[in-house]
């Protein structure tokens, strides 16, 4: 397993993919702020002599808070979900596979490694824009609560892994990346809407998470209602993890 992760952590850091997630977190986390800030502004040159027809209200750092986790769950999944199914799928539209996986190569070992590189790359990229968004916030609104930028960074990555669940699953039972990628974009859609529904046994489901992350940082959220959610997310990231490994240990060389 050592060596896959560093022969992965290598391939990653030869490509673009490592550089890309650091990069452009780091850019969203600068302009979050600056957005939340600015915002009343831009609309009122916008809209031109009709913006003395609406009341924009002043800027506090929640508005911080939401526009940046509006980006990453926007801008920045959509990056993971690109780079993500190119990760899983690209030695099998290479046709490398008969190669790789004649040699003693646990298939298992070989999938897990690609998903663990893939998100411990995320979770750090994460942790640093997280350090560079508490910075600019704090820079300019005079305040930033720490705790509650961590967990919107963590329960975010909580979210992102169920995403690499779907992306992984996609590239293991579809040949062709543009097929992988739109599954995984519609998969990415049906969690989505959940959010759109209020039956109540809904409210403990994947697609739920970026409601209660708004909740978390308001310091409005209910506890359990939190951990339900993380863990029925966790389960069925889990779930589609295990489908992917069984499809991929199915594998025909021939």
């Not at 919107?152 to 992102?160: A, C, G, Q, R």
């Given at each position: 397993m050592k060596k896959l992760l560093k022969y992965d952590y290598q391939y990653l850091k030869r490509t673009s993919k490592f550089i890309i997630f650091p990069v452009v977190i780091i850019i969203l986390a600068v302009l979050s702020p600056l957005t939340a800030r600015y915002l009343n502004e831009i609309l009122a040159f916008s809209l031109g002599d009709q913006a003395?027809?609406?009341?924009?209200?002043?800027p506090v750092v929640f508005d911080s808070y939401v526009e940046y986790l509006s980006n990453l769950s926007d801008i920045y999944l959509y990056v993971i979900i690109f780079i993500g199914v190119g990760t899983f799928i690209n030695d099998k539209t290479k046709g490398l596979y008969p190669l790789i996986l004649s040699k003693p190569i646990n298939r298992v070992k070989y999938l897990l490694s690609?998903?663990?590189?893939?998100s411990s790359l995320i979770f750090v990229s994460l942790m640093v824009g997280m350090l560079v968004f508490s910075f600019y916030t704090y820079y300019i609104f005079g305040e930033v609560d720490l705790l509650n930028v961590f967990l919107?960074?963590?329960?975010?990555?909580?979210?992102?892994e169920l995403i690499l669940a779907i992306a992984m699953f996609s590239a293991m039972y579809f040949k062709s990346?543009?097929?992988?990628?739109m599954i995984t974009f519609?998969?990415?859609i049906l969690v989505s809407l959940i959010n759109v529904f209020s039956f109540e046994f809904l409210?403990?489901?994947p697609g739920m998470i970026s409601s209660n992350i708004i909740q978390v940082i308001s310091?409005?959220?209910s506890t359990p209602d939190v951990i339900y959610n993380v863990v029925v997310t966790l389960?069925?990231?889990g779930l589609l993890v295990v489908l992917s490994i069984t499809k991929f240990k199915k594998y025909d060389l021939n």
């Open positions: 003395g027809m609406f009341n924009f209200p002043d690609k998903y663990m590189t893939l919107l960074s963590l329960l975010y990555f909580i979210y992102v990346y543009i097929t992988a990628v519609a998969g990415y409210k403990y489901m310091n409005s959220a389960v069925i990231t």
